[in-house]
């Protein structure tokens, strides 16, 4: 599916306080807390979707089991396409915090939940299996809810005196809810003829249960673990009654069978996946699946031949792979400035005896699959959050992370927009501009090196240094040598970045670096582990000495370009300001004088190149200026900006404009900091790095930020687990995580989460398209092609419909035809010529099949 057709077909909604409801569902009056989270999806045969999490100011309709309490659990039903709340309710007590952790859908449209609960008022049934709590501390609870959310037909604890924690829930055929968790409770209530009714240890014990269709008894609950924590995290029924599970344990006895796949632990912890028989009494398999690192599983699906389709995270360079796996290598294992675990999918076969693939999905840094799910053709969908900014994608909707780590105003710093093409780091360090182009800019990063972009930031390529960690670029007087400041030290490159020199033992670390503005191949590095020590170089980077400054911490300096021998540095603690402050050398940087601007952690400096006035930053959110070389100071030197002073930069021919970036976003001044405001237009309060504005066009500016946040994912691979067919980013600014996927009857694909991002993309037409506040759940529904009607005319086959991508065929009685799309070159209408034969007399089955392999329900046809 290409990401245009994506968008056609998707329909993107928030979920969150004080939306709009239709009349016939208005909303109830409602107090407290504004957040919403998504953990839990389900799809009915008709279509309507199922969200459920946690909430505070969450809308309730009329009529529905609970409108109140101010948060907890809730339960929502929409209709198929997104528009209307067709029930919303809480299932909660007062006097706790209630959350829904999982959500299955029966045949007649009830609703089975598991969740958590710590109210002591907790809403029960009569006669339900546990109707007392095990302790004051948190415990499972399981609830069935009527198909119009007005009653519970059913709601049960599951606990004991200890922490129980719920993590799943799966429905067979009979009505019967089967759920997983872990829990620290000794007495955790077991079955008689279970196939574990005593903890495996002091540590959290995995646990199954399964409950019976009125919800009065548990027809068997088991604890599942050996010594050492085993904390079970996923769940999925078959059609014969077999329970399956999935999460991950450090024992190394943990009960395996004989014959499994893998059946000794391999690293800290492991994946296992156990296939339990439907009485609970025994294992039908059990298996660890992991290498030497940590390796853990969070979701389960089982298709109808009983084979496991298993999902995760693990940091294992080792973990078992497949020969024709989509991706074989731990995304980061090659590169020195990998981080973080990378997603991984498995398929056992029936027996769990071998893997039938086995792939990772992920990049560099984090990565975490969090739910699965398969379809008839064996495609496995996955969803869940990645902070990798080279997470692999296929005809995306979102082809990038939304946080940056790149922007751009062209406005001076009003608004801003991402700017990222090629730019696959996750953390922009520093930013320079070339001196006799200023389209082409320079990016160091925390992880890869340094990246080039000659377009002004529209698109990047890597300019050498790759794994590298480069803390500052700066640009000779020549105008055309570069050199970067890098975890090995001071490195030179005279061709824009295509070579490096080695870098001087003697510059090791180098945090800090500057070029004199005008003195050709003269640069001061400051060096260390914390930017201890200046140096001073005269030839452009080769041989380096030592300035009279020494013995300081997080040193950063600036040089007077009226006059090359003033400098001045800042620092946060030193041997002549204990407490930080910032000093002045006249002389070159051979001494130093401490200037009036004492007891300030300073963490960042510059001098304004139009009147030599310097600006300095505190850790604490100080902006102090000096206009008669720091004589004297002026500015909020009482503090007063969001936090840490990361970077400093003028940004007006006059002085006027300064750019100031923290750890929690951008300011800026335009009256030389008489005022400050912050700008977050496209912005939205990101860890800023660095900032350039650009000489020739000081409307262009540039900001580097870091600490990227996560994005949700989706992502679907083909049946033998070897390509994959789409994936994509979905988020915004901030953290967005991706909680649960489920499948309709009709092909359609429904995505829940949360998202942290006032500029969450959203579609519409649908319930609420707009955010009023942040944490709100999402839900996204992704149609799959649909035929609505079929025509032959004089032997040409058209067939209407929706969800048709750009590379959608046409099929009939399973054979592809030459397909063609029609005259006004839409996806809605497609046409076959020749199809009389193909069809021939009698019945026929039409399908249209998309590029991504996602098939239509089968459309009867009689000519």
């Not at 999935?246 to 006895?253: M, P, Q, V």
């Not at 033992?505 to 800090?512: I, L, P």
């Not at 005269?538 to 911490?553: Q, R, Y």
């Not at 991002?757 to 319930?767: D, E, H, I, P, Y």
């Amino acid at each position: 599916m290409r990401g245009d057709d994506f968008q056609q077909a998707a329909m993107y909604s928030y979920l969150s306080p004080e939306q709009r409801v239709p009349q016939d569902h208005p909303l109830r009056p409602l107090a407290g807390d504004a957040d919403a989270h998504g953990s839990a999806v389900a799809v009915d045969s008709t279509g309507c979707v199922y969200v459920a999490g946690s909430a505070g100011l969450f809308p309730t309709t009329e009529g529905a089991f609970q409108t109140g309490p101010l948060s907890g659990a809730f339960v929502a039903k929409l209709n198929p396409e997104g528009s209307r709340l067709i029930y919303s309710t809480f299932i909660a007590g007062m006097s706790g915090v209630d959350s829904v952790v999982g959500i299955a859908v029966d045949k007649d449209g009830n609703a089975y939940v598991a969740g958590e609960s710590y109210s002591l008022d907790f809403p029960l049934t009569p006669g339900a299996a546990q109707t007392t709590r095990g302790s004051d501390a948190l415990d499972t609870f399981i609830a069935k809810l009527s198909p119009d959310g007005s009653q519970l037909i059913y709601s049960t604890l599951l606990g004991g005196i200890g922490i129980d924690v719920p993590t799943g829930i799966a429905i067979d055929a009979a009505s019967n809810a089967y759920v997983t968790g872990f829990t620290t409770s000794s007495d955790f209530p077991t079955t008689e003829g279970a196939f574990q009714t005593e903890a495996g240890s002091d540590y959290y014990s995995a646990f199954v249960t399964k409950v019976n269709q009125d919800g009065t008894a548990f027809d068997y609950s088991t604890y599942l673990a050996g010594d050492g924590d085993g904390l079970s995290y996923g769940i999925a029924v078959s059609a014969n009654g077999n329970a399956y599970v999935t999460g991950y344990t450090t024992a190394e006895d943990f009960p395996i069978t004989s014959g499994a796949f893998q059946t000794t632990i391999s690293g800290e912890y492991d994946v296992f996946v156990t296939e339990l028989d439907e009485k609970g009494a025994a294992p039908v398999y059990s298996t660890f699946i992991g290498g030497k690192g940590n390796d853990q599983g969070y979701a389960i699906a089982v298709d109808p031949s009983g084979s496991a389709y298993v999902a995760g995270e693990t940091s294992s360079r080792d973990f078992p792979t497949s020969k024709s796996a989509f991706q074989r290598s731990h995304a980061g294992a090659s590169s020195a400035g990998a981080v973080g675990n990378d997603g991984f999918v498995a398929k056992l076969n029936a027996g769990g005896t071998a893997l039938i693939y086995s792939t990772y999905l992920g990049g560099w840094s984090d990565d975490e699959i969090a739910s699965i799910t398969v379809d008839s053709t064996g495609s496995v969908y996955v969803a869940g959050a990645t902070s990798s900014f080279d997470f692999p994608v296929v005809n995306p909707f979102q082809q990038f992370n939304g946080g940056g780590p790149s922007f751009r105003s062209t406005d001076g710093g009003a608004n801003w927009n991402a700017v990222r093409t090629g730019l696959t780091s996750a953390n922009v360090t520093c930013l320079v501009t070339a001196a006799d182009d200023t389209a082409v800019i320079y990016a160091g990063t925390v992880d890869d090196g340094v990246f080039k972009s000659i377009d002004r930031g529209a698109t990047w390529n890597h300019a050498g240094l790759t794994g590298e960690k480069i803390f500052a670029l700066t640009v000779d007087a020549d105008g055309s040598t570069m050199y970067a400041g890098s975890s090995a030290g001071v490195r030179r490159s005279t061709d824009g970045g295509r070579h490096w020199s080695d870098p001087p033992a003697a510059t090791y670390a180098a945090r800090a670096l500057l070029a004199d503005p005008s003195e050709k191949g003269t640069l001061y590095a400051g060096v260390g582990y914390n930017a201890e020590t200046l140096l001073k170089s005269t030839d452009a980077g080769s041989t380096w000495s030592p300035t009279g400054l020494t013995g300081v911490a997080n040193l950063s300096f600036g040089i007077d370009a009226r006059n090359d021998s003033i400098l001045y540095a800042g620092f946060t603690s030193g041997k002549a300001l204990e407490h930080g402050g910032v000093v002045k050398s006249t002389d070159g940087g051979a001494t130093w004088q401490t200037t009036a601007l004492t007891d300030s952690k300073i963490t960042a400096l510059t001098v304004a190149s139009q009147d030599g006035s310097i600006l300095a930053g505190s850790s604490d959110g100080l902006i102090a200026r000096s206009t008669d070389g720091g004589v004297s100071w002026s500015g909020n030197v009482d503090g007063g900006l969001a936090d840490e002073i990361r970077c400093i930069t003028v940004g007006s021919n006059d002085g006027s404009t300064v750019f100031v970036g923290t750890k929690r976003g951008l300011y800026i001044t335009r009256d030389r900091g008489g005022s400050w405001s912050e700008r977050d237009d496209g912005l939205l309060r990101p860890s800023v790095n660095a900032i350039v504005v650009d000489p020739k066009r000081p409307a262009n500016v540039y900001v580097g930020t870091g600490d990227s946040p996560e994005d949700a994912f989706l992502a679907k691979l083909n049946p033998a687990g070897s390509a994959l067919l789409f994936s994509t980013y979905i988020g915004g600014m901030s953290d967005d995580h991706g909680a649960s996927v489920a499948l309709d009857k009709f092909g359609r694909v429904c995505f829940t989460g949360t998202t942290g991002s006032m500029n969450f993309s959203t579609t519409a037409g649908t319930l609420q398209a707009e955010s009023n506040a942040a944490p709100l759940a999402f839900v996204i529904q992704i149609r799959a092609p649909l035929i609505k009607n079929a025509v032959l005319i004089d032997k040409t086959l058209t067939v209407a419909g929706e969800g048709f991508d750009e590379g959608a065929v046409v099929l009939i009685n399973g054979l592809e035809q030459k397909t063609k799309k029609d005259a006004g070159g839409t996806t809605t209408t497609l046409s076959v010529k020749k199809a009389g034969k193909a069809i021939g007399i009698g019945k026929s089955v039409i399908r249209v099949r998309n590029s991504d392999g996602t098939l239509s329900p089968e459309f009867p046809f009689s000519p």
